[in-house]
Each structure stands twice: as structure tokens, then as C-alpha cells.
């Protein structure tokens, strides 16, 4: 599995709605073969941060930053962020989808 986060910082006028502007190449990411998921969420200490949280299996990668959308991609993001996104990638061999994390396990209800 190829993990990937990747926070972003919208300028101002784009905070509210980043996501609508980003659902086109949210829906083709997640449509791609190999994406395991691929999720946006809003930072609850900095409400102007988001955090994109992908996984995709080990052989997507090419096709994904190969893709039009990605491309597409390549130039909307420069246009909606106050600066360059930072992102964590790492490749967690054999791994294809989430544990449970034991530590919390919850009891049948």
C-alpha cells in the first residue's frame, strides 16, 4: 500500500468551500483502480488546514499521477493554496486495507 498525506492551506476566499472545488478530482481519485480511499478532512486545531489521508495499492501510483485528472489537478491546486502542500508517501508492503486497532478494542454491544 502506498499511503499518502498531504496537508493544504486554501487562500481565505477558498477555505469554505475547498472541497467543492476539489470534488472533481476527489471523485476521479476514488474512481481510479487501486485507490483503497482517499479522504479529505478539516483540521479542528487550524480550521483553515486540511488533511488529504490516500492509500493506493502498490502498483497505482504511475497510473494516478499519470492520470488527466492529476494533471488537471497540477494546475487548480497552485491556484487555491497560499503555498506549496507538504505530504508525507510511504510504501507499507503487503498492506491493502485498515486494522483494527486493538488497543481500543470496543466490546460487542
Known amino acids: 500500500m502506498i499511503l499518502i498525506n498531504v496537508r493544504f492551506l ?4 477558498y477555505v469554505e468551500n475547498f472541497l467543492e472545488k476539489v470534488a472533481d478530482f476527489t471523485a476521479a481519485s476514488r474512481a481510479e483502480p487501486g485507490n483503497i480511499f482517499f479522504d ?3 483540521s479542528a486545531e487550524n480550521p483553515n488546514e486540511y488533511l488529504l489521508i490516500e492509500a493506493f ?3 497505482a501510483a504511475g497510473p ?6 492529476f494533471q488537471d489537478a497540477q494546475e487548480l491546486f497552485p491556484t487555491l493554496l ?5 505530504i508525507i508517501n510511504t510504501l507499507i ?5 485498515w ?4 488497543e481500543f478494542k470496543v466490546a460487542a454491544q
Not at 486554501?10 to 476566499?13: A, I, Q, V, Y
Not at 497560499?82 to 507538504?86: I, K
Open 82 to 86: 497560499l503555498e506549496t502542500p507538504t
Open 93 to 97: 508492503p503487503g498492506k491493502t486495507e
Open 99 to 102: 486494522d483494527e486497532m486493538a
Open 57 to 59: 495499492q502498490d502498483d
Open 10 to 13: 486554501p487562500k481565505p476566499e
Open 40 to 42: 479529505w478532512y478539516r
Open 64 to 69: 494516478h499521477v499519470n492520470s488527466q485528472h
